[in-house]
């Protein structure tokens, strides 16, 4: 379990006098809530878009969650974690799709899922983000225009990459470059990203190399990490975020503007829909205590606030989390930091 002597991974970053004086700054007006941890105002919608003889989807099924009032709306391209459908995270994205955003999550076949288990590599998870990319900016946004209702559009000016796990690591190295793509993302969000079994056995491409602001990134980050997802499950199985190889390491690496957020009471798997949260608890990893709903309502409510902030320049919930996270968000966040320059 993570506790605040993890903090140590991190301390050259930290113990910057420039960068103590930025974590954050109090408003001078803190609204009274921050209500990003609410349902949104849209009516969403999903579908899965197979692959078909005279169709170039990629990676399908392809999974698309949105609003279906009328309007343009950003976009997230979400990379699933290791293994685990891109469905299974339905419940969040309807969350974050309420609130005005389209997310596309690209799949897996049959094939890639045995290649996953197999091939200790995320080169080919990297590839095929980076299909899904250009598949999404192909033709203005057209591709994903087709799919939509004649009355949603994509906003491609507005374009954050995401992703989960090992699918948090993929985004990550798509971010740094490891493969080509013609969409420019605003915006990178890792939830719980994971490099490797550990320090020595880490995934191609190895990103992580342990240098403080090593990540040459040119956009915002936001990393929401886990405070058990570095404990094994039932004293089998080994963590499913191996110490050195997860969340405060990443952070490490970013450079400002960064947030960093760790929900101290839960696992790596506890923002995913409810079925696997119990399934993967009795076999693959540790799982916490408290509420599930709240815990996917939190790392939804924080990339919304994140994209706000960093894409229509309306930093007000996340000032709010940040100056008092035990006041405003739904788990306990802890640390909480947002390092702006």
Not at 281 to 309: E, H, P
Request: aromatic share 12%; charged share 20%.
């Amino acid at each position: 379990m993570i506790d605040s002597s993890f903090l140590l991974a991190f301390e050259p970053v930290c113990s910057s006098n420039i960068l103590k004086m930025v974590l954050y700054t109090e408003s001078l007006s803190t609204p009274t809530r921050a209500t990003c941890f609410d349902d949104g105002s849209y009516t969403v919608e999903k579908k899965t878009i197979p692959k078909s003889s005279n169709s170039d989807t990629p990676n399908p099924p392809l999974y698309i969650v949105y609003p279906t009032e009328k309007g343009t709306f950003p976009v997230i391209l979400f990379l699933h974690g290791f293994s685990i459908l891109n469905t299974c995270y339905s419940d969040l994205f309807e969350f974050i799709a309420s609130h005005g955003y389209i997310i596309v999550a690209p799949g897996q076949t049959l094939f890639e899922l045995l290649k996953g288990l197999c091939a200790f590599s995320a080169v080919g998870d990297v590839d095929n983000a980076a299909e899904a990319a250009n598949w999404i900016n192909k033709n203005q946004g057209e591709n994903l225009r087709l799919v939509l209702p004649n009355n949603v559009s994509p906003d491609l000016e507005n374009v954050a990459l995401a992703g989960h796990s090992k699918g948090g690591k993929a985004a990550f190295a798509l971010a740094l470059g490891h493969a080509n793509t013609s969409l420019k993302f605003k915006a990178l969000i890792g939830l719980d990203p994971v490099a490797g079994r550990d320090t020595s056995n880490r995934l191609e491409p190895k990103i992580l190399n342990y240098i403080p602001q090593n990540f040459k990134i040119p956009m915002p980050i936001a990393l929401i990490g886990t405070g058990l997802g570095d404990d094994g499950c039932c004293g089998c199985f080994p963590p499913a975020a191996p110490w050195g190889c997860n969340h405060p390491f990443f952070f490490n690496e970013c450079k400002p503007p960064v947030c960093y957020f760790v929900a101290k009471d839960f696992g790596h798997m506890d923002m995913v829909d409810e079925w696997l949260i119990k399934l993967s608890g009795m076999f693959v990893c540790k799982t916490g205590k408290g509420s599930y709903a709240d815990m996917r309502r939190a790392c939804g409510g924080i990339f919304v606030a994140f994209l706000k902030t960093y894409m229509f320049d309306d930093a007000k919930d996340l000032t709010t989390i940040v100056d008092s996270p035990d006041t405003f968000a739904p788990i306990k966040l802890d640390p909480v930091l947002w390092l702006r320059s």
